[in-house]
Protein backbone atom coordinates (compact mmCIF):
# COMPACT_ATOMS: atom_id res chain seq x y z
CA UNK A 1 0.00 0.00 0.00
CA UNK A 2 2.93 2.64 1.23
CA UNK A 3 4.81 2.05 -2.35
CA UNK A 4 1.60 2.58 -4.36
CA UNK A 5 1.44 6.24 -2.40
CA UNK A 6 4.71 6.82 -3.16
CA UNK A 7 4.82 5.80 -6.67
CA UNK A 8 1.78 7.75 -6.89
CA UNK A 9 3.44 10.56 -5.25
CA UNK A 10 6.34 10.68 -7.94
CA UNK A 11 4.26 10.49 -11.08
CA UNK A 12 2.13 13.39 -9.84
CA UNK A 13 5.57 15.15 -9.24
CA UNK A 14 7.37 14.39 -12.20
CA UNK A 15 4.29 15.38 -14.24
CA UNK A 16 4.17 18.61 -12.54
CA UNK A 17 7.79 18.82 -13.12
CA UNK A 18 6.88 18.42 -17.02
CA UNK A 19 4.36 20.89 -17.24
CA UNK A 20 5.70 24.02 -14.93
CA UNK A 21 9.01 23.35 -17.78
CA UNK A 22 6.45 23.26 -20.44
CA UNK A 23 5.08 26.67 -19.44
CA UNK A 24 8.16 28.37 -18.82
CA UNK A 25 9.65 27.63 -21.82
CA UNK A 26 6.44 28.82 -23.58
CA UNK A 27 6.64 31.91 -21.80
CA UNK A 28 10.25 32.40 -22.29
CA UNK A 29 9.50 32.37 -25.82
CA UNK A 30 6.97 34.75 -25.97
CA UNK A 31 8.87 37.28 -23.89
CA UNK A 32 10.00 39.95 -26.07
CA UNK A 33 13.83 41.10 -26.03
CA UNK A 34 14.10 44.68 -24.67
CA UNK A 35 16.21 46.62 -26.78
CA UNK A 36 18.30 49.32 -25.44
CA UNK A 37 18.42 51.83 -28.78
CA UNK A 38 20.92 54.08 -29.15
CA UNK A 39 20.07 57.56 -28.74
CA UNK A 40 19.54 59.54 -32.11
CA UNK A 41 22.73 61.72 -32.31
CA UNK A 42 21.62 65.31 -32.54
CA UNK A 43 22.02 66.94 -35.31
CA UNK A 44 24.16 70.16 -35.68
CA UNK A 45 22.15 73.40 -36.86
CA UNK A 46 23.86 74.23 -40.35
CA UNK A 47 25.86 77.27 -40.45
CA UNK A 48 26.28 79.88 -43.00
CA UNK A 49 28.78 81.26 -44.03
CA UNK A 50 28.45 84.63 -45.61
CA UNK A 51 30.89 85.20 -47.69
CA UNK A 52 32.82 89.16 -47.34
CA UNK A 53 31.51 91.28 -48.77
CA UNK A 54 34.28 93.56 -51.30
CA UNK A 55 34.16 97.36 -50.26
CA UNK A 56 33.91 99.21 -52.88
CA UNK A 57 36.68 100.93 -54.59
CA UNK A 58 36.84 104.94 -53.72
CA UNK A 59 36.75 107.14 -56.79
CA UNK A 60 39.53 109.69 -56.41
CA UNK A 61 39.26 111.11 -59.58
CA UNK A 62 37.87 111.08 -62.94
CA UNK A 63 41.23 112.42 -64.99
CA UNK A 64 40.82 109.88 -67.72
CA UNK A 65 38.10 111.32 -68.54
CA UNK A 66 39.58 114.33 -69.63
CA UNK A 67 42.59 111.94 -71.35
CA UNK A 68 44.87 112.17 -68.50
CA UNK A 69 46.47 109.04 -67.73
CA UNK A 70 47.82 109.06 -64.14
CA UNK A 71 51.52 108.35 -63.37
CA UNK A 72 50.98 108.64 -59.46
CA UNK A 73 47.52 107.96 -57.75
CA UNK A 74 45.95 109.97 -55.27
CA UNK A 75 46.04 110.36 -52.47
CA UNK A 76 49.25 112.87 -53.43
CA UNK A 77 51.17 114.59 -51.10
CA UNK A 78 53.38 117.95 -51.48
CA UNK A 79 55.64 119.45 -48.90
CA UNK A 80 57.95 122.53 -48.44
CA UNK A 81 58.65 125.34 -45.67
CA UNK A 82 56.82 122.97 -43.28
CA UNK A 83 53.09 123.40 -45.17
CA UNK A 84 51.82 119.63 -46.25
CA UNK A 85 49.52 119.95 -49.16
CA UNK A 86 47.64 116.20 -50.26
CA UNK A 87 45.25 116.20 -52.50
CA UNK A 88 43.25 113.39 -51.76
CA UNK A 89 40.61 113.88 -54.23
CA UNK A 90 39.74 115.73 -57.76
CA UNK A 91 36.38 115.33 -59.71
CA UNK A 92 36.13 117.78 -62.99
CA UNK A 93 32.77 118.77 -64.44
CA UNK A 94 31.47 120.71 -67.29
CA UNK A 95 30.53 123.98 -65.23
CA UNK A 96 27.15 123.31 -66.90
CA UNK A 97 26.17 120.15 -66.10
CA UNK A 98 24.11 119.55 -63.26
CA UNK A 99 26.72 118.48 -60.44
CA UNK A 100 28.64 121.48 -61.12
CA UNK A 101 25.50 123.36 -61.03
CA UNK A 102 24.50 121.78 -57.64
CA UNK A 103 27.88 123.00 -55.74
CA UNK A 104 28.04 126.29 -57.23
CA UNK A 105 24.55 127.18 -56.08
CA UNK A 106 24.69 125.82 -52.89
CA UNK A 107 27.70 127.43 -51.82
CA UNK A 108 27.30 130.70 -54.27
CA UNK A 109 30.66 130.61 -55.90
CA UNK A 110 31.49 134.00 -58.20
CA UNK A 111 33.61 133.63 -61.17
CA UNK A 112 32.82 131.31 -64.22
CA UNK A 113 34.38 128.86 -66.29
CA UNK A 114 34.39 126.48 -68.93
CA UNK A 115 35.26 123.80 -66.08
CA UNK A 116 33.89 123.53 -62.65
CA UNK A 117 36.37 121.27 -60.55
CA UNK A 118 36.20 120.25 -57.20
CA UNK A 119 38.73 118.99 -55.07
CA UNK A 120 38.95 117.75 -51.23
CA UNK A 121 42.35 118.22 -49.46
CA UNK A 122 44.28 117.97 -46.01
CA UNK A 123 46.52 120.73 -45.10
CA UNK A 124 49.10 120.29 -42.10
CA UNK A 125 51.31 122.96 -40.78
CA UNK A 126 54.68 121.37 -39.39
CA UNK A 127 56.68 124.21 -39.35
CA UNK A 128 56.94 126.98 -36.35
CA UNK A 129 55.01 129.05 -37.18
CA UNK A 130 51.68 130.07 -38.24
CA UNK A 131 50.80 129.17 -42.30
CA UNK A 132 47.29 131.68 -43.67
CA UNK A 133 45.74 132.74 -46.51
CA UNK A 134 43.71 135.63 -45.33
CA UNK A 135 43.17 139.34 -46.24
CA UNK A 136 46.74 140.37 -44.54
CA UNK A 137 48.10 137.55 -46.88
CA UNK A 138 46.49 136.57 -50.25
CA UNK A 139 48.77 134.64 -51.64
CA UNK A 140 47.92 131.37 -52.84
CA UNK A 141 50.36 128.50 -51.23
CA UNK A 142 49.16 125.83 -53.69
CA UNK A 143 48.00 125.52 -57.08
CA UNK A 144 46.53 123.28 -59.83
CA UNK A 145 47.98 123.10 -63.53
CA UNK A 146 46.67 121.45 -66.81
CA UNK A 147 49.54 122.36 -68.85
CA UNK A 148 47.69 125.52 -70.10
CA UNK A 149 48.92 129.03 -69.52
CA UNK A 150 45.64 129.54 -68.34
CA UNK A 151 46.15 127.80 -65.38
CA UNK A 152 42.66 126.79 -62.62
CA UNK A 153 41.97 129.31 -60.36
CA UNK A 154 39.75 129.43 -56.80
CA UNK A 155 36.76 130.28 -56.73
CA UNK A 156 35.25 132.45 -53.78
CA UNK A 157 32.16 130.60 -51.82
CA UNK A 158 30.45 133.58 -51.28
CA UNK A 159 28.04 131.79 -48.54
CA UNK A 160 31.11 131.02 -46.54
CA UNK A 161 33.59 133.90 -47.40
CA UNK A 162 33.78 135.05 -44.11
CA UNK A 163 34.62 131.90 -42.55
CA UNK A 164 38.12 130.52 -41.52
CA UNK A 165 38.94 126.83 -42.04
CA UNK A 166 35.27 126.21 -42.99
CA UNK A 167 34.88 122.33 -43.60
CA UNK A 168 32.52 122.32 -46.33
CA UNK A 169 34.03 125.22 -48.91
CA UNK A 170 37.33 126.41 -47.90
CA UNK A 171 38.37 130.11 -48.80
CA UNK A 172 40.12 131.57 -46.03
CA UNK A 173 42.28 129.70 -43.88
CA UNK A 174 44.87 129.59 -40.88
CA UNK A 175 46.90 126.89 -39.09
CA UNK A 176 49.05 127.45 -36.21
CA UNK A 177 51.98 125.20 -35.94
CA UNK A 178 51.18 121.34 -35.57
CA UNK A 179 47.45 121.92 -36.56
CA UNK A 180 45.78 120.39 -40.02
CA UNK A 181 42.64 120.34 -41.65
CA UNK A 182 40.24 118.78 -44.34
CA UNK A 183 38.18 120.82 -46.43
CA UNK A 184 37.23 120.94 -50.27
CA UNK A 185 37.81 123.72 -52.86
CA UNK A 186 36.99 124.63 -56.19
CA UNK A 187 38.33 126.05 -59.30
CA UNK A 188 37.19 127.07 -62.43
CA UNK A 189 39.71 126.39 -65.43
CA UNK A 190 39.23 127.09 -69.13
CA UNK A 191 42.24 125.71 -70.77
CA UNK A 192 43.00 122.28 -72.42
CA UNK A 193 43.70 119.12 -70.17
CA UNK A 194 47.39 117.91 -71.03
CA UNK A 195 49.20 117.55 -67.53
CA UNK A 196 48.39 117.93 -63.63
CA UNK A 197 50.74 119.22 -60.99
CA UNK A 198 50.53 120.38 -58.26
CA UNK A 199 52.10 123.49 -57.33
CA UNK A 200 52.88 124.56 -52.94
CA UNK A 201 54.79 127.26 -51.93
CA UNK A 202 55.76 128.41 -48.50
CA UNK A 203 58.61 130.45 -47.48
CA UNK A 204 59.74 131.10 -51.01
CA UNK A 205 60.27 127.57 -51.35
CA UNK A 206 58.47 126.23 -54.33
CA UNK A 207 57.74 122.53 -55.36
CA UNK A 208 55.94 121.24 -57.65
CA UNK A 209 54.85 117.17 -58.07
CA UNK A 210 53.30 116.01 -61.54
CA UNK A 211 50.34 113.71 -61.03
CA UNK A 212 50.04 113.47 -65.33
CA UNK A 213 53.55 113.92 -66.79
CA UNK A 214 53.49 115.91 -69.77
CA UNK A 215 53.45 114.43 -73.01
CA UNK A 216 57.06 114.13 -74.73
CA UNK A 217 58.19 116.09 -77.21
Given amino acids: MKKRIVKATLAVTMLLGVVLG ?3 VANAETVTPVVTANPA ?13 TPAPIMRDNLSKFGLKKDLELPVTVTTGGLSYTLEKIMIFD ?20 YFIWTK ?3 KNNSG ?10 SEKWRL ?4 QLGAYPTMPRSKDASVNDKEALWGWSLAPGKQMSSYQAYYYNGDFKSFVI ?3 NKNNLVSKYI ?6
Fill in 41 to 53: ATAKPTTTVKPTA
Fill in 199 to 201: WVE
Fill in 129 to 138: NTIKKDYKDV
Fill in 145 to 148: GFGS
Fill in 95 to 114: AKSKDAQTLIKKFKYSGEGK
Fill in 22 to 24: QGM
Fill in 121 to 123: ITV
Fill in 212 to 217: VNPPEV
